[in-house]
């Protein structure tokens, strides 16, 4: 009797944990060929904190937020967004994706790109208003690019054009962020402007969920972290999923042992 109605209370905990979450992602799986990029993974993120998702390169890391976000399709397993699936939630979560992959041999001027966070709310053939426009200067603003909003895209710096990205994620107005590398070479300046805004939308309340290939900077930067290599190695606060053992365990023998432990015991 007692037994059981400790493991009905665990279960109990357990479906209050993903009722809350701003993503729960239970038993995912995802195979681009036969073998599994992503196996068998559990992930149950913190509402407004921010998590880092680290691992090494081809651990799954990217393959997991697209199966999030619906842009891959899983062999199996299920995403929750606050509680309900994807397809009713599509409007409360914002993508930034990693740079290399979007290809801007189209012209299109840096403010257009931010309004392409507002098409949500504008509909198919809804009026750009000046209140549309005024939104979008602002989230150009609060990521110190306001002056650019007329330039093209493409003439921009890699670093500058992820703060657009990152501008047009705000624009949506979400209340879950997911960014795939947003410092990945990108100049001290955009780097700081970033990780302000991402603490900025903490402060406001907000979900961030970032992958990120900076160990040295996980400790400044995130309250909890996701370790994955294909499967899960370890998740929750920096503090005790972030060690040398945890490291280790992800990365085997891609870090130098000396390394793990300088990173995992600087604080
Ligand atoms: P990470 O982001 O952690 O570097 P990815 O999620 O991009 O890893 O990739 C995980 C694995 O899946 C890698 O082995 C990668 O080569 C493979 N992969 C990723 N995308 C594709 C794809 N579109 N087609 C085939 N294999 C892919
Ligand atoms: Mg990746």
Same mark, same amino acid.
């Given at each position: ?14 479906? @209050? ?26 992930? =149950? ?5 921010? =998590?880092? $998702? $680290?691992?090494?390169?081809? @651990?799954?890391?990217? =393959? ?6 619906? $842009? ?80 093209? $895209? ?75 290599? =294909? ?12 060690? @040398?053992?945890?490291?280790? @365990? ?18």
């Amino acid at each position: 009797m007692q037994l059981s109605l400790a493991k009905q209370s665990k279960q109990t905990a357990e479906e @209050a944990a993903q009722a809350t979450s701003p993503l729960a992602i239970r038993g995912l799986t995802v195979s681009y060929g036969e073998k599994p990029a992503v196996f068998s993974v559990d992930m =149950t993120v913190m509402p407004g904190q921010m =998590t880092a $998702i $680290i691992g090494p390169n081809g @651990a799954g890391k990217s =393959t997991m937020l697209k199966a999030a976000l619906g $842009i891959v399709a899983p062999v199996s397993g299920r995403v929750q967004v606050f509680g309900r699936p994807l397809d009713h939630q599509r409007g409360r979560v914002a993508y930034v994706p990693q740079r290399a992959s979007v290809d801007w041999d189209f012209p299109t001027r840096v403010i257009d790109v931010v309004m392409m966070g507002l098409y949500r709310d504008l509909g198919l053939l809804g009026r750009i208003r000046a209140s549309h426009r005024r939104i979008a200067r602002d989230c150009l603003d609060r990521v110190g690019m306001g002056e650019f909003a007329g330039r093209q $895209i493409g003439q921009l710096s890699g670093g500058q054009q992820q703060r657009v990205f990152l501008a047009r994620a705000l624009a949506q107005g979400a209340d879950l962020y997911l960014l795939d590398e947003p410092f990945a070479g990108v100049d001290a300046a955009t780097e700081k402007a970033i990780i302000g805004v991402l603490k900025m939308l903490r402060a406001e309340g907000k979900t961030v969920v970032v992958v990120h290939h900076d160990l040295a900077t996980v400790r400044d930067y995130f309250d909890n972290v996701f370790l994955i290599n =294909t499967r899960k190695v370890a998740e929750g606060p920096v503090e005790t999923a972030f060690t @040398a053992e945890t490291l280790q @365990a992800a990365y085997g023998g891609r870090l130098a042992t000396a390394q793990i432990d300088q990173i995992a015991t600087s604080a």
